[in-house]
């Protein structure tokens, strides 16, 4: 488990990610965890992170802060309509929207790296 918490916690800094594209397939596969569990687990291990890392850009004035606010604070207003919609899901569901999301995200970071190779 802390080798997942090194990479996660890399990959946030690195690339601004939450480390959730790592965690929750990790505890889905290695540990047999359920859907649920491993977005929830992923969810509290990343708090810390976060902050940390939220910090360490504001230090570095790479952050706008309204902008920011706004989201997070919508964001923390709708996230238990989020967890709802989650519990009243069958697992797979949880599961393919997941990895649908993911592989929205992969193809969207190959486009923008080919785009900027072309310049």
């Not at 902008?67 to 069958?90: N, S, Y």
């Amino acid at each position: 488990m802390v080798v997942f918490g090194v990479i996660a916690g890399i990959l946030a800094g690195l690339l601004g990610v939450g480390g959730g594209a790592i965690l929750v397939p990790s505890l889905s596969i290695l540990f047999d965890a359920s859907d649920l569990i491993a977005r929830g687990t992923s969810l509290l291990a990343m708090f810390p992170n976060a902050v940390t890392t939220t910090v360490a850009n504001v230090r570095r004035r790479m952050v706008h802060a309204k902008v920011g606010l706004i989201i997070g604070i919508v964001a923390a207003l709708t996230a238990p309509l989020g967890t709802w919609i989650a519990e009243a899901m069958t697992p797979r569901t949880g599961e393919i929207l997941f990895a649908t999301y993911l592989t929205v995200l992969l193809i969207r970071s190959v486009w923008v790296a080919l785009k900027i190779t072309r310049k």
